[in-house]
């Protein structure tokens, strides 16, 4: 079993920058990929991110734009989320996530294994 821990989520206003923050631990050895995906009020869960878990290849969401950057740390077992020029678009809530295999389709809830119990981000305009 993997656990997730989400942190660095808050209130930041429009142009801002947060940096989330997950951070794993049990089965560490397992984890393939991690990703982000986030959640707004009576929408469904929607993409933001993944990487290989040793680094390297990244996937984002469309809406994503170069304003997101996602990485990883293995020696702390932490994955990032560095999330510039915020938008109020931008508020939900964020959730990570973690595979133990390769993803066919970055995109798809179902493709994760385990699951951070989310962090709240809002951007005022």
Same mark, same amino acid.
């Given at each position: 079993? $993997? ?5 660095? =989520? %808050?209130?930041?206003?429009? !142009? ?8 794993? @631990? ?21 993409? $933001? ?5 040793? =680094? %390297?290849?990244?996937?984002? !969401? ?8 996602? @990485? ?34 970055? !995109? ?18």
């Amino acid at each position: 079993q $993997v656990q997730l821990v989400e942190s660095g =989520g %808050g209130l930041v206003q429009a !142009g801002g920058s947060l940096r989330l923050s997950c951070a794993a @631990s049990g089965r560490t050895d397992s984890i393939y990929g991690m990703g982000w995906f986030r959640q707004a009020p009576a929408k469904e869960r929607e993409f $933001v991110a993944v990487i290989r878990w040793s =680094g %390297g290849r990244r996937y984002y !969401g469309d809406f994503v734009k170069g304003r997101f950057t996602i @990485s990883t740390d293995n020696a702390k077992n932490t994955a990032y989320l560095q999330m510039n020029s915020l938008k109020p678009e931008d508020t939900a809530v964020y959730y990570c996530a973690a595979t133990r295999t390769a993803i066919k389709s970055p !995109g798809s809830k179902s493709e994760y294994d385990y699951w951070g119990q989310g962090t709240q981000v809002t951007v005022s305009s």
